[in-house]
Protein backbone atom coordinates (compact mmCIF):
# COMPACT_ATOMS: atom_id res chain seq x y z
CA UNK A 1 0.00 0.00 0.00
CA UNK A 2 1.53 3.37 -0.82
CA UNK A 3 1.73 6.02 1.65
CA UNK A 4 0.17 9.83 1.18
CA UNK A 5 3.70 11.10 0.17
CA UNK A 6 3.68 8.10 -2.69
CA UNK A 7 0.67 9.25 -3.95
CA UNK A 8 1.01 12.99 -3.94
CA UNK A 9 4.29 12.66 -5.35
CA UNK A 10 2.67 10.09 -8.35
CA UNK A 11 0.46 12.87 -8.96
CA UNK A 12 2.44 15.95 -9.28
CA UNK A 13 4.34 14.06 -11.85
CA UNK A 14 1.93 13.35 -13.88
CA UNK A 15 0.19 16.87 -13.66
CA UNK A 16 3.88 18.01 -14.87
CA UNK A 17 4.14 15.52 -17.69
CA UNK A 18 0.49 16.95 -18.74
CA UNK A 19 1.22 20.40 -18.79
CA UNK A 20 4.83 19.84 -20.38
CA UNK A 21 2.70 17.94 -23.33
CA UNK A 22 -0.07 20.19 -23.20
CA UNK A 23 3.34 23.05 -23.47
CA UNK A 24 4.63 20.91 -26.84
CA UNK A 25 0.96 21.18 -28.30
CA UNK A 26 0.24 24.24 -28.26
CA UNK A 27 3.50 25.40 -29.66
CA UNK A 28 2.90 23.12 -32.25
CA UNK A 29 -0.49 23.84 -33.03
CA UNK A 30 0.64 27.69 -32.66
CA UNK A 31 3.41 27.48 -35.62
CA UNK A 32 0.88 25.47 -38.00
CA UNK A 33 -1.52 29.22 -37.84
CA UNK A 34 -1.13 31.74 -40.27
CA UNK A 35 0.89 34.78 -38.60
CA UNK A 36 -0.96 37.34 -36.93
CA UNK A 37 -1.39 40.38 -39.05
CA UNK A 38 -1.04 38.03 -41.97
CA UNK A 39 -3.98 38.05 -44.24
CA UNK A 40 -4.37 34.59 -46.08
CA UNK A 41 -2.52 34.08 -49.88
CA UNK A 42 -5.44 34.47 -51.82
CA UNK A 43 -6.73 37.70 -49.90
CA UNK A 44 -2.92 38.69 -50.56
CA UNK A 45 -3.09 38.08 -54.49
CA UNK A 46 -6.79 39.92 -54.64
CA UNK A 47 -5.59 42.96 -52.67
CA UNK A 48 -2.44 42.99 -55.31
CA UNK A 49 -4.42 42.37 -58.60
CA UNK A 50 -6.88 45.43 -57.64
CA UNK A 51 -4.03 47.53 -56.44
CA UNK A 52 -2.15 46.96 -59.75
CA UNK A 53 -5.32 47.31 -61.71
CA UNK A 54 -6.02 50.81 -59.69
CA UNK A 55 -2.23 52.20 -60.14
CA UNK A 56 -2.45 50.97 -63.94
CA UNK A 57 -5.81 53.12 -63.75
CA UNK A 58 -5.12 56.32 -62.17
CA UNK A 59 -1.07 56.22 -62.98
CA UNK A 60 0.00 57.96 -66.45
CA UNK A 61 0.61 57.14 -70.03
CA UNK A 62 4.19 55.72 -69.67
CA UNK A 63 4.97 56.58 -66.12
CA UNK A 64 4.30 52.58 -64.94
CA UNK A 65 6.70 52.64 -61.71
CA UNK A 66 3.86 52.23 -59.48
CA UNK A 67 3.30 48.97 -61.06
CA UNK A 68 6.87 48.04 -60.42
CA UNK A 69 7.14 48.48 -56.99
CA UNK A 70 3.57 46.74 -56.52
CA UNK A 71 5.11 43.77 -58.52
CA UNK A 72 7.86 43.69 -57.17
CA UNK A 73 6.54 43.38 -53.17
CA UNK A 74 3.95 40.84 -53.82
CA UNK A 75 7.24 39.58 -55.87
CA UNK A 76 9.47 39.41 -52.80
CA UNK A 77 7.40 39.50 -50.15
CA UNK A 78 3.84 37.88 -50.31
CA UNK A 79 4.87 34.77 -52.28
CA UNK A 80 8.06 34.03 -50.15
CA UNK A 81 6.12 34.44 -47.14
CA UNK A 82 3.82 31.89 -48.45
CA UNK A 83 6.57 29.35 -49.25
CA UNK A 84 7.64 30.03 -45.69
CA UNK A 85 4.63 29.44 -44.08
CA UNK A 86 4.11 26.09 -45.80
CA UNK A 87 7.21 25.04 -45.25
CA UNK A 88 6.80 25.71 -41.63
CA UNK A 89 3.34 24.00 -40.99
CA UNK A 90 4.99 20.95 -42.87
CA UNK A 91 7.82 20.85 -39.98
CA UNK A 92 4.93 21.06 -37.52
CA UNK A 93 2.64 18.03 -39.30
CA UNK A 94 5.87 16.06 -39.32
CA UNK A 95 6.52 16.10 -35.95
CA UNK A 96 3.42 15.33 -34.97
CA UNK A 97 2.77 12.32 -37.26
CA UNK A 98 6.68 11.70 -35.69
CA UNK A 99 5.94 11.96 -32.25
CA UNK A 100 1.83 10.65 -31.88
CA UNK A 101 2.20 8.30 -34.27
CA UNK A 102 5.11 6.96 -35.44
CA UNK A 103 4.21 3.48 -37.25
CA UNK A 104 3.07 5.65 -39.64
CA UNK A 105 6.09 7.90 -39.64
CA UNK A 106 8.02 4.70 -40.20
CA UNK A 107 5.70 3.69 -43.02
CA UNK A 108 6.66 6.98 -44.58
CA UNK A 109 9.67 6.72 -44.29
CA UNK A 110 9.96 3.63 -45.72
CA UNK A 111 8.14 5.05 -48.77
CA UNK A 112 9.97 8.34 -49.79
CA UNK A 113 6.99 10.10 -48.67
CA UNK A 114 8.03 12.31 -45.70
Excluded at 1 to 8: F, G, R
Excluded at 64 to 74: E, I, K, P, Q
Excluded at 87 to 104: D, F, H, K, N, S
Aim: proline share 5%; aromatic share 10%; glycine share 2%.
Amino acid sequence: MKTAHEILAEEALARQQHEAEEALWSRLVSRCRQPRGQMPFAAQMILSAVLLAALAWVSPPNDHRGLYVVGAFVVFVFVPMHFFQLWRRERVLRTVIQRYAPELHQRLEREHVA
